[in-house]
C-alpha cells in the first residue's frame, strides 16, 4: 500500500508545477484570476492540476468519503473548477476515471477518507471564522486553516480525515 502512494506521489509531482501552491506560501498568493471574489458570490473559481501520469500496475480505485459527500470530477489543468460558497473543495486524482475528483464538503462533519493517494489540493472558501483540520491516522492534527480561497497543494498521503468545522 505505501509502495502505491509512493508511486502515486511520484507521479502527482506535476501538480505542483501546474498552480497549486505549497500551504507554507499560501500567504502570499492572490486571488484566483477571475477577478475580486465577494461574499455574495455562488461559487469561486480555481484551477485544477493537469494529471498526473500512473506508472503501468498501479491499481485503479476511486478515492471516497464518508459520509458521502457530492464531488464533481474535472480532466487535468481544468480551469475553471468551481468551488461554491461556503464548502472546502478538497481534490484528489482519481485513477479510475482518469479525472480529479473535486469533493465539495459542505455539511460540517468529519469526514474519513479511503483511497487518497498522492499530490492533490483543496480550495477553501467556507464563510465565517470556521477552521478546518487534516488528521493522520491516529486523530492527530496535521494541517488546520481558515477560509482564503486561494489553491493549496497538499499531498493526501498521511491524511486519514477531514473536518471542515
Not at 502527482?12 to 498552480?19: R, S, V
Not at 498522492?118 to 491516522?137: A, E, L, P, R
Request: aromatic residues 12%; positive net charge.
Amino acid at each position: 500500500m505505501r509502495v502505491n502512494r509512493l508511486l502515486v506521489t511520484m507521479t502527482g509531482l506535476t501538480a505542483l508545477l501546474a498552480g497549486f501552491v505549497p500551504v507554507a506560501a499560501a500567504a502570499s498568493t492572490t486571488a484566483p484570476p477571475s477577478g475580486d471574489v465577494t461574499s455574495a458570490q455562488t461559487s469561486a473559481p480555481h484551477r485544477l492540476p493537469p494529471a498526473p501520469r500512473l506508472p503501468a500496475g498501479v491499481k485503479a480505485v476511486a478515492p471516497t468519503v464518508a459520509p458521502a459527500a457530492g464531488y464533481d470530477e474535472y480532466p487535468g489543468g481544468a480551469f475553471p473548477a468551481p468551488c461554491s460558497n461556503g464548502v472546502l473543495c478538497p481534490a484528489v486524482w482519481n485513477p479510475a476515471s482518469g479525472k480529479w475528483r473535486q469533493y465539495h464538503l459542505a455539511a460540517c462533519s468529519a469526514y474519513q477518507l479511503f483511497n487518497w493517494q498522492g499530490d492533490g489540493g483543496y480550495f477553501d472558501n467556507q464563510t465565517g471564522n470556521v477552521t478546518s483540520y487534516f488528521y493522520d491516522q491516529q486523530g492527530r492534527v496535521l494541517h488546520s486553516f481558515t477560509p482564503d480561497r486561494v489553491n493549496h497543494f497538499y499531498n493526501w498521503d498521511p491524511v486519514w480525515s477531514i473536518r471542515n468545522c
